[in-house]
């Protein structure tokens, strides 16, 4: 997980970026595509991470593309809905 969505707090607890959700649901659906062992998920995750800390705040986010070492792979958006209620549920 890339450095600045989290920050180490006292002991073992750590305080991670509300985006960090849809960073960890978009590894977990193109882990589906891609295979469990396959590193291809989290490089495809990390290398749109600015785009996902964009679409956040998007109130209708579009269709996620990524271009990656001559991939380009276009994803709809529900993982990032996803994981605003997921987050939605936390806070409740």
Same mark, same amino acid.
């Given at each position: &997980?890339? %450095?600045?969505?989290? /920050?180490?707090? =006292?002991?073992?607890?750590? %305080?991670?970026?509300?985006? /960090?959700? !849809?960073?960890? #649901?978009?590894?977990?659906? +193109?882990?589906?595509?891609?295979? =469990?062992?396959?590193?291809?998920?989290?490089? +495809?995750?990390?290398? !749109?991470?600015? /785009? @996902? =800390?964009? &679409?956040?705040?998007?109130?209708?986010?579009?269709?996620?593309?990524?271009?990656? =070492?001559?991939?380009?792979? /276009?994803?709809?958006? %529900?993982?990032?809905?996803?994981?605003? #209620?997921?987050?939605?549920? @936390?806070? !409740?």
């Amino acid at each position: &997980m890339p %450095d600045h969505l989290h /920050t180490r707090l =006292e002991g073992n607890r750590f %305080d991670y970026a509300p985006v /960090t959700l !849809a960073f960890g #649901e978009l590894v977990i659906r +193109l882990r589906r595509y891609f295979g =469990e062992n396959s590193p291809l998920p989290v490089a +495809l995750a990390k290398a !749109a991470l600015p /785009t @996902i =800390e964009s &679409m956040w705040h998007a109130p209708v986010p579009a269709p996620l593309v990524i271009r990656h =070492e001559g991939m380009h792979v /276009t994803i709809a958006p %529900d993982f990032l809905l996803r994981a605003k #209620e997921q987050l939605a549920a @936390i806070r !409740a």
